[in-house]
């Protein structure tokens, strides 16, 4: 199979101006940062950096200006509100400060000890996730942070993406898909309508580069900016789709959810893959369409063995 990083360009904690980076120092303690190391995967053009400073404390910065991409910033401004208010008891990373100074947006986090599961996707890290997703929905329902928008309003206008495509089908368009464009649409549409219910606050952009696996094989879940207020078993369906284009078996994460609200998903996030992948790159982010493309057309033959030929 063809692959796509999912990953874009970064600066790095040496680009921080330095009133940035003495703030940083002041929110970690310890001196001044000693050492940081970039780390890989997401699409922000800001830092992503494990720093440590000379009393040997650690921290992960993510720091971003609108100067590299205003949306990027945009997304740090709900990503630091979210985190904030997480429930300490939950499986993400603390927070240990953060700031929001107009030209630059900065969150300051624990610096968790693990690594990103595997991809290909392996069964006992599957497993794992899927466990650990059910302890994440039980943590954050109802959901903590108030002000949320809902699953059905951050991805219903995303999982319609059918309706354009059908409007207009592109010359490259998966010639099944093509075929099949009524099926997909009704069943993305049945998707929509699933995300209506539920108070439980999810993640709603789960990739193996969205979690971190502790030495012990605890599951951490890192970014947040996408939060929003939706079924329990949402976080797991998105997952899955992860697990589905890099080739695994998402039945662990499927377990116990509905078939057709599960199919429905998936549609819309084809949907969703094939119509963006086809747009010019955003500014800042060279790599994201190539990603999207890869993401909608590894989805295809799970939705032909899910609604036929």
Known sequence: MTTAAAGGTRIGWADLPGPVQH????IIGGGPVVAAASQPGGFSPGTADRVRTASGARA???????ALN????????RELRITAALPEHAPVPRMLGGFDDGAWVVLVLEDVAGAHPRVPWVAEEIDAAAAALRDLAAALTPAPVPGLPTAAGRLG?????????????PDDLDPWAARRLGALRAAATHGIAALSS??????????AD????????RLVFIDWPWGCVGPSWLDSVLLAINVIVHAGDPGPLLAGVDHDAVV???????????????????PGLPTVRAFQRFQGDALLPWLRDALGG
Do not use: C
């Open 23 to 26: 703030a940083v120092e002041e």
């Open 157 to 169: 206008a995303d999982f319609a993406s059918w309706d354009l495509i059908a409007a207009a089908p």
């Open 210 to 217: 969205n979690i971190l696996v502790r030495a012990d094989g």
């Open 198 to 207: 539920g108070q439980t606050m999810v993640h709603t952009d789960l990739r």
């Open 70 to 77: 205003q949306e990027s910033a945009d997304l740090a401004r």
């Open 60 to 66: 992960f910065v993510k720091a971003v200006t609108p």
């Open 264 to 282: 429905g998903v998936v549609a819309g996030a084809a949907a969703y893959f094939q119509h963006r992948s086809r747009l010019a790159p955003p």
